[in-house]
Nanobody, 122 residues
Framework: EVQLVESGGGLVQAGGSLRLSCEAS????????IAWFRQAPGKEREGVSC????????HYAGSVKGRFTISSDNAKNTVYLQMNSLKPEDTATYYC???????????????WGQGTQVTVSS
């Protein structure tokens, strides 16, 4: 069974940090790029960050560049999203997804996690 399980969300004050984890199982982890998306109430789901397994290239949305860092521990089949200097506008449900290559295009994501809530208070 394919699974992507996010964890690490929570409530944090503005300026604080959180580290999200996305643990994968049921598919060949090394064959997929893993991306983080987020969706705030009433808004569309948007890409946040992605890491490619083939060349370890990383990609960030402009709104998080310099504050978020994505990394992968292939031995643990886990991708992390370190989020620093959090802002209230980062409040959303964060999802990880697997696809053949890094893209923000939602329909080509092969697998999705269930999401983890991040709330940043002002």
């Amino acid at each position: 069974e394919v699974q992507l399980v996010e964890s690490g969300g929570g409530l944090v004050q503005a300026g604080g940090s959180l580290r999200l984890s996305c643990e994968a199982s049921g598919f060949t982890f090394d064959d997929y790029a893993i991306a983080w998306f987020r969706q705030a109430p009433g808004k569309e789901r948007e890409g946040v960050s992605c890491i490619s397994k083939t060349d370890a290239a990383t990609h960030y949305a402009g709104s998080v560049k310099g504050r978020f860092t994505i990394s992968s521990d292939n031995a643990k089949n886990t991708v992390y999203l370190q989020m620093n200097s959090l802002k209230p506008e980062d409040t959303a449900t964060y999802y990880c997804a697997a696809s053949a290559f890094c893209t923000w295009y939602l329909p080509v994501q092969n697998y999705w996690g269930q999401g983890t809530q991040v709330t940043v208070s002002s």
